[in-house]
């Protein structure tokens, strides 16, 4: 790398080691979503009956 090699490897490892923390928020922060969700759902069951239970709405 002509010499440069101890300046690039770290930026690699910087750059994989942020991009790896970005990827375990992203996931960390799907999973509080889900659970929020499915919380919310289960406290208003009738409403997700009604969207499903076919039919038209008028």
């Known amino acids: 790398m002509g010499g ?3 300046f690039v490897w770290p930026a690699f ?3 994989a ?3 790896l ?3 375990a928020e992203s996931l ?3 999973k509080a979503a ?3 969700l499915a919380r ?3 406290q208003s069951p009738s409403r997700r009956q009604r969207r499903t239970s076919g039919g038209a709405q008028t």
Do not use: F, H, S
């Open 4 to 6: 440069y090699g101890g």
């Open 13 to 15: 490892g910087l750059t």
């Open 17 to 19: 080691a942020v991009l």
């Open 21 to 23: 923390a970005l990827l």
């Open 28 to 30: 960390r922060r799907l």
């Open 34 to 36: 889900q659970k929020a």
């Open 40 to 42: 919310l759902e289960a």
